[in-house]
């Protein structure tokens, strides 16, 4: 089996990194950009793994408490990458059964404690990144960066599933897309939101070249620099591209900041 | 011996009686309300009629002196999805919150019609839950026929304290979603019996998931939810040390009895 898109970027950005990997399913990388230390997590396929409805890059139960696991023990001076390409979260019994939502709570709290003690995180979408595995994997870090590709999704739900649940055709979704911007799956749409802090161009995103990864790298860096890794998702809406894609959140806001004390 | 009488079915509530039951008599007040004007932009284009609250009910108010911001999903609107607006409010007033909140979930996940912009309206809520957490209790309660499930489960997890009760599920994927995606074998939607086995209120506090498992009674719900108010906040519910042998249970289980 060839390697992910996340495993693939992961190992490229770090290529002497020390493989921390607990579980086959989720590479903990920990090594150096720019100097400085870093952790990178991805989740990843396992045709192996335990959890049948989680072999295909699913963040599942036991890719999450890994996950929450990896964030916890990082080393106290690493800054986190998520490196972001997971299919979305197994649809299983099983799972719905031992607790699936309490099992990503346990990583989003994770997160969320390292980032309020000090440790900056980040995000880099490479693949898909579809609903609560975003949640839970990518969308608590202070910066967000994305390959500027087309196989890039986020959304909800996957594609199929959107088209069985609404019995809506491909060119029905893509027509409704094109005029509400919020159900859009490609990156650049999802960029114009203010929720991506930086878009970068790539020939091959399975084959990234070394001006690519160099890119990147630097990137992160300067982003880390500037204490980009700390800012709470919150410091989305203040983006140049929320001001008109998001008015509606914003109109919201005002309007309760102004009645509060009213 | 007689039954208590339970008056009136937190259920059956809609999203204001279920907070006016909740704050201390004639404290609750409601913000960014119906007259506010603030729908849902994103509808009328999918052939969708917006609705004045978009789903969700927002204010302030007290819980046994308490200043709280106070939250309540019905359930109602499009399946109790919540949408940029609804995410927007519930956001906006727990970062606003002094002493406390009280979230009342009954959500049916991300609206699909507002995708990205749900999912970001999440990833905000998660965050300002902890931050008010960290300073006074966040206490949810999930005691309506929807249940929750998608992003706003995810948000529960992070909650002080959840009260709950029978007529409650919870969970990361609801069974139709599960029985469309893998198929009536893996979860067959219209098995009530097994739904509630597995991801009802009360299988969800033996589990340790939740916290309380109250009646369906406005007064009792309000008992509870003023009762875990004052305690610690449970903070081993999203641990990976209890967590661990809950998955490897799983793991372990061939099969789960589909029929009683």
Known sequence: MSDSRGTVWSRALMPDARDATAMPSVLVLDGTIAAQPWRILAVRPNPEARFARARGGELGLDEALALADALHAAPADAAILAVVDTPGQPYGLREESAGLHVAFGSAVEAAIARRSAGGPLFALVVGKAISGAFLTHGLQAGWIGALDDPGIEVHVMSAASVARITRETPAEVARVAAIVPATARDIRTFARSGAVDALFAVRDPLAPDADELARVRTALASARNAGAGLRPPLARLAADGAQTTRAAALRVRAHIAEQWNA | ?260
């Open chain 2, 1 to 260: 011996m007689k039954p208590r009488d339970l008056g009136v079915r937190f259920a059956e509530a809609d999203a204001r009686e279920r907070l006016r039951a909740i704050a201390d008599v004639g404290t609750f007040r409601e913000l960014a309300g119906p007259f506010a004007r603030l729908t849902s932009p994103h509808l009328a284009a999918q052939g969708l009629v917006a609705q004045s609250d978009d789903g969700v009910v927002v204010g302030r108010g007290r819980l046994d002196g308490a200043d709280v911001a106070l939250a309540a999903m019905t359930g109602e609107f499009l399946g109790g999805s919540l949408g940029e607006v609804g995410g927007a409010k519930i956001a906006a007033v727990l970062e606003r919150a002094v002493n406390g909140a009280v979230l009342v979930l009954d959500s049916g996940g991300i609206r699909l019609q507002e995708a990205n912009l749900g999912i970001l309206a999440v990833a905000e809520i998660c965050d300002a839950i902890v931050a008010l957490r960290e300073r006074a209790p966040v206490i949810a309660v999930v005691a309506g026929r929807v249940g929750d499930y998608g992003g706003m489960a995810i948000a529960l997890t992070l909650c002080s304290h959840i009260v709950t009760s029978e007529v409650a599920r919870m969970g990361l994927n609801g069974p139709q979603v599960i029985e469309q995606e893998a198929g009536a074998d893996e979860f067959d939607a219209s098995n009530r019996v097994l739904i509630w086995r597995t991801t009802g209120g009360e299988r969800r506090v033996t589990q340790g998931h939740a916290d309380v498992l109250a009646r369906d009674s406005c007064s009792e719900i309000a008992a509870d939810v003023r009762r875990v108010f004052a305690l610690p906040r449970n903070a081993r519910r999203t641990s990976v040390e209890r967590l661990r042998p809950i998955v490897d249970a799983a793991a372990a289980t061939a099969t789960i009895t589909r029929h009683a």
